[in-house]
């Protein structure tokens, strides 16, 4: 079984990371948190101590980090990742990052002989633990058949979304219809309360009525509509507001490189930021609910 370095075990690549260990592939770990190194290694990967230290002698490397510029800080220049691993090195970068700054860290990697995929999720902390990810993937065709098995291990939907960069295009261009259907869920929710509608059957009748979506269904962002969604949790849990606010940034600056027009994720946007302007940051995104009832 080939030997996977996995790099960055927050609350998505712990449980991603876990994943491949139960799937059988010899894991090297590093995180900048020495007690989620610890946990996996409990579980049976092998600690490393740097991020160089976990990818030396493997034959794949998975990274799921912050943002740009820590993908761009570990991968690029003399000292960077890609200056260290062997030619034919299959590189799986699971970040949420700018478009741009993927194509830029493909373009060193082809220089060195590297095959790299750039390869963002959806499915939250959940779909991680579970492994149903899906997985949108940008680079080359035949590198995706070499690293199938890898993310087989990892996800459910795995889906080729074209050449280099593609892959993060798909997800900010998803994480931006998420992001407006939840803001225009959690506006009606208020209307319909403020009105006095009953929110559990407001929420039902939009369901199975036009107004249905993925939120609806999935994710209600008014507390006790739904027993398991963040919601009904103090909005704890799922996918924090300050990186939907980062990933609607995202959104805005390709938006800015192809000029497009994209009015409703710029709106979106600035009331993600409001909430992150109100200490609300480290809270599941659907408490933008609280914009519309405060």
Known sequence: MQTIA???LGHMGLPMARNLLKAGFNLKVFDLVQASVDELAKEG????????????????????????????????????????????TLVLECSTIAP?????????????????????????????????????????????DKARPVFEAMGKNIFHAGPDGAGQVAKVCNNQVLAVQMIATAEAMALGVANGLD??????????SSG??????????????????????????????????????????????????????????????LLLKQGKGQKDFSVVQQLFVE
């Open 212 to 273: 249905g979506n993925w939120t609806l269904e999935k994710y209600n962002p008014w507390p006790g509509v739904m027993e398991n969604a963040p919601a009904s949790k103090g909005y704890s849990g799922g996918f924090m507001a300050e990186l939907m606010a980062k990933d609607l940034g995202l959104a805005q600056e390709a938006a800015q490189v192809t000029a497009s027009s994209t009015p409703m994720g710029a709106l979106a946007l600035q009331l993600y930021r």
């Open 45 to 88: 990967a092998q600690a490393a101590s740097s991020a160089a230290d976990a990818a030396l002698g493997a034959d794949s490397v998975v990274t799921m980090l912050p943002a740009s510029r820590h993908v761009e800080g570990l991968y690029l220049g003399d000292s960077g990742l890609l200056s260290a691993l062997k030619p034919g």
């Open 199 to 208: 929110p559990a059957v407001l929420a039902e009748i939009m369901r199975q």
């Open 100 to 144: 741009e700054s993927a194509r830029k860290v493909h373009k060193a990697a082809a220089e060195r002989g590297i095959e790299l995929l750039d390869a963002p999720v959806s499915g939250g902390t959940a779909g991680a633990a579970a492994g149903t990810l899906t997985f949108m993937i940008g680079g080359e065709a035949a590198v995706l």
């Open 6 to 8: 996995f790099i960055g």
